[in-house]
């Protein structure tokens, strides 16, 4: 069995690394302190292809595939997290349309995402009271005419303020999941406003909102796939999405355990460096090879996706262990800098404020476990 990546993977992996190390880790602090969000390098993502890594080229895209596209998150997620979020996201919308728009939709829209003319883009899923309950939305729409009226409210949007399109599911038939449908949303549509900011314990930079729809009219043709068929589509790119957050878990805890290997070389206590003490070198041990593990995990969903072949189960596999691991990592090297990784004078205290939400967004642990199951009791 062969892990290697192709060279076009390492390419992109390689791109994604120097640009990370030379342009994004640099500016990751300040942008974490101030809660701005990363314009310029998101300009340059858009630049170096990484805003559509598994779009097909004649949609602008790099056309690399999902294994080179998590380990070029995984790069981004390494120098900042908050960067690469909105890095994560705008690919799986774009994704989401190449998938699933018409010709004319996936025209207007991806090229625009993947060459930088929309800053980003952003996935409206959750609701206040529509969590992990997602088919438990309110937000609906009702057909009038040749336009679509849309009212409610969403919850936890990134880069809501920024984003040039919006994916959005609303109820347009019964309850439950079948009565969903997705659509494609401008910001600036009459009646769709940003609502509040929310003030965040990590990725500061990444801007998160809740969207307002008072009787917002949008066109017909706007009806991304089948009617009341949009449960479907979010799931499947979900499925994609948790890819995503594994790779940025691992991204985070990989900064992490480098920063812990080198502050354990250099700190001293009881005459010598703390790297010299088993209790540091198991630490350490244990963070490397959960790491590798988690790792494997991640490139084997990556790559059953690129196949074409089923991979929702392994997604969640790779989400739950990625995630949880990465927590554990980054406590395990925050532990080791002990109280100088409580002060913001090294980034250790970032990654972990940073790397909590792993195990939340694109489905909690929790949920994680029950697409797992579900799928071995089948």
């Keep these: 069995m062969d892990w290697d990546p192709t060279p076009e993977q390492l390419m992109v992996r390689d791109m994604a690394r120097d640009f990370a190390r030379r342009e ?4 990751a602090a300040a942008l974490d302190r101030e809660a701005r969000f990363p314009s310029e390098l998101v300009r340059r993502l ?3 292809g990484l805003m559509g890594v598994n779009v097909r080229d004649e949609f602008g895209g790099a056309q690399a595939g999902s294994v080179a596209y998590v380990l070029a998150l995984l790069e981004i997620a390494a120098g900042c997290a908050a960067t690469s979020v909105t890095m994560g996201v705008t690919n799986m919308v774009a994704e989401v349309i190449q998938q699933f728009g018409t010709d004319a939709q996936r025209r207007k829209y991806i090229p625009a995402i993947t060459g930088g003319r929309f800053a980003c883009a952003s ?3 959750s609701e206040a009271g529509a969590g992990s309950d997602a088919g438990s939305m309110k937000t609906s729409a009702r057909r009038d005419g040749d336009h679509w009226v849309v009212n409610g409210e969403k919850a936890w949007i990134t880069s809501g303020p920024r984003a040039g399109v919006f994916v959005l599911w609303a109820r347009t038939g019964g309850e439950g999941t079948a ?4 659509f494609l949303v401008e910001p600036g549509t009459p009646g769709f406003s940003i609502g509040r900011h929310e ?3 990590g990725l500061r930079a990444s801007e998160t909102v809740s969207l307002i729809f008072e009787d917002c009219r ?31 878990s691992l991204g985070i ?8 290997t080198a502050y354990a070389k250099e700190r001293k206590q009881f005459g010598r460096p703390i790297a010299e003490f088993q209790a540091i070198q198991w630490m350490l041990a244990d963070c490397a090879t959960e790491w590798e593990a988690a790792h494997l995990l991640l490139l084997r969903a990556a790559w059953l996706k690129e ?9 969640s596999m790779a989400k739950v262990f990625c995630s949880e691991k990465a927590n554990a990592i980054c406590a395990r090297c925050f532990q080791i800098h002990g109280g100088y990784g409580y002060v913001k004078e090294y980034p250790i205290e970032r990654h972990l404020r940073d790397v909590r939400v792993t195990t939340i967004y694109e489905g909690t642990s929790e949920v994680q476990r029950l697409v797992i199951s579900r799928q071995l009791l089948k």
């Design 24 to 27: 994004v880790f640099p500016v």
């Design 123 to 125: 996935f409206a899923l």
């Design 253 to 260: 805890s990989r900064s992490a355990i480098e920063e812990a």
């Design 46 to 48: 858009a630049e170096l």
């Design 199 to 201: 003030d965040k314990l």
């Design 179 to 182: 009565g969903i449908s997705t």
């Design 307 to 315: 196949q074409g072949l089923p991979f929702s189960k392994e997604a």
């Design 218 to 248: 949008i066109p017909a043709d706007a009806l991304l796939g089948e009617l009341n068929r949009g449960f479907r589509i979010a799931m499947m790119a979900l499925d994609g999405g948790r890819l995503g957050i594994a790779a940025q």
